[in-house]
């Protein structure tokens, strides 16, 4: 970023005009910068953070999904009554995946070992149950960056579902996020600030789609 000219630090620069934030997910308003240069306030990094903000504007182009404010007994029939037999379960903000690829899974695992798991996690908000998916659907999985209002992609190939979303999304006012998507459907949507790039997408390439987005 700084060979392209976009200044870098660990704290914001007295004489820039303009700033953005990346680095750790933040839980709580107060570990948001609150510096008026930032392009993005919590506000929009909250709504971009909470599946049930985003999830009802791409509902019907998106896995099924429906929310609850706790993982009781309730939460399995739910699922029953909807005809799934597995489910994807996470904080709206995160799911158990570094554990492993069905740790939030059920019933790989019960509801009771969910919850447990997920009350020592620092992220608080609903959960949302997905339905399960074939895991091999998510071979073709792909991230695309939101900036500025314009969408990239290391093939400059932007699906139509995409840019569907985008649109939709716009009524958050979030000036940068990502979309993860298959052929297909959406799987989620992320805040800008705490994405990561995707193995796929270099360093060099995010740096210049940054470059590009700030000139417009």
Same mark, same amino acid.
């Given at each position: 970023?700084?060979?392209?000219?976009?200044? $870098?630090?660990?704290?914001?620069?007295?004489?820039?005009?303009?700033?953005?934030?990346?680095?750790? #997910?933040?839980?709580?308003?107060?570990?948001?910068?609150?510096?008026?240069?930032?392009?993005?306030?919590?506000?929009?990094?909250?709504?971009?953070?909470?599946?049930?903000? *985003?999830?009802?504007? #791409?509902?019907?182009?998106?896995?099924?999904?429906?929310?609850?404010?706790?993982?009781?007994?309730? $939460?399995?029939?739910? #699922?029953?009554?909807?005809?799934?037999?597995?489910?994807?379960?996470?904080?709206?903000?995160?799911?158990?995946?570094?554990?492993?690829?069905?740790?939030? $899974?059920?019933?790989?695992? *019960?509801?009771? *070992?969910?919850?447990?798991?997920?009350?020592?996690?620092?992220?608080?908000?609903?959960?949302?149950?997905?339905?399960?998916?074939?895991?091999?659907?998510?071979?073709?999985?792909?991230?695309?960056?939101? #900036?500025?209002?314009?969408?990239?992609?290391?093939?400059?190939?932007?699906?139509?579902?995409?840019? *569907?979303? $985008?649109?939709?999304?716009?009524?958050?006012?979030?000036?940068?996020?990502?979309?993860?998507?298959?052929?297909?459907?959406?799987?989620?949507?992320?805040?800008?600030?705490?994405?990561?790039?995707?193995?796929?997408?270099?360093?060099?390439?995010?740096?210049?789609?940054?470059?590009?987005?700030?000139?417009?």
């Amino acid at each position: 970023m700084e060979k392209l000219g976009i200044r $870098v630090g660990v704290a914001p620069h007295d004489d820039s005009e303009q700033l953005f934030y990346r680095g750790y #997910i933040m839980h709580d308003q107060s570990e948001y910068p609150d510096d008026p240069r930032f392009i993005q306030g919590w506000r929009e990094y909250e709504s971009m953070t909470r599946m049930s903000k *985003t999830y009802p504007l #791409i509902e019907d182009i998106s896995i099924p999904t429906f929310f609850v404010d706790e993982l009781d007994y309730t $939460v399995e029939k739910q #699922i029953k009554d909807r005809g799934w037999d597995r489910a994807f379960i996470k904080n709206e903000e995160k799911s158990l995946w570094d554990e492993g690829e069905f740790a939030s $899974v059920w019933p790989d695992n *019960t509801i009771e *070992t969910l919850c447990r798991k997920y009350q020592a996690l620092p992220y608080k908000g609903v959960f949302a149950v997905r339905k399960f998916m074939n895991p091999e659907l998510f071979f073709e999985e792909e991230r695309y960056w939101v #900036i500025l209002g314009q969408i990239y992609h290391r093939t400059g190939i932007i699906p139509d579902i995409v840019k *569907t979303a $985008v649109e939709r999304l716009s009524v958050l006012r979030c000036h940068y996020y990502t979309i993860d998507a298959i052929p297909g459907f959406i799987v989620e949507v992320n805040s800008g600030e705490a994405s990561d790039r995707m193995g796929v997408n270099s360093p060099e390439l995010f740096s210049e789609w940054w470059r590009v987005a700030l000139k417009q």
